[in-house]
Nanobody, 128 residues
Framework: QVQLVESGGGSVQAGGSLRVSCAASGRTYRSMCMGWFRKAPGKEREGVAVISFGVGTTYYADSVKGRFTISQDNAKITVYLEMNSLKPEDTAMYYC?????????????????????WGQGTQVTVSS
């Protein structure tokens, strides 16, 4: 089993920045795709950004490209999501997730069903 603990998030005005973190513990994998999904009220959970842990390949949703940056700390088994130029439509619960055993793929990184482990979520609220 893998445990994911998110931190960070909070409330900010439009144009501001926030950083969320996700630390993994428990079973480890030589390869895994780790990253962030988000769910806004009335919408489905969607992929935001992921990283092939240890390899560093990243994928982003079009809506966040150029504004969000995902990074990793191999030693801490932690990923970070730096969110800049935040917009009210970025308001959502942000969830960390792991697809174990494989690096991320452009073909399916955003498919929720591929991720076996999920965090509890951390709220990000952007006011206009």
């Amino acid at each position: 089993q893998v445990q994911l603990v998110e931190s960070g998030g909070g409330s900010v005005q439009a144009g501001g920045s926030l950083r969320v973190s996700c630390a993994a513990s428990g079973r480890t994998y030589r390869s895994m795709c780790m990253g962030w999904f988000r769910k806004a009220p009335g919408k489905e959970r969607e992929g935001v950004a992921v990283i092939s842990f240890g390899v560093g390949t990243t994928y982003y949703a079009d809506s966040v490209k150029g504004r969000f940056t995902i990074s990793q700390d191999n030693a801490k088994i932690t990923v970070y999501l730096e969110m800049n130029s935040l917009k009210p439509e970025d308001t959502a619960m942000y969830y960390c997730a792991i697809d174990p055993g494989l690096n991320c793929s452009d073909l399916y990184w955003a498919r929720r069903s591929r991720y076996d482990f999920w965090g509890q979520g951390t709220q990000v609220t952007v006011s206009s």
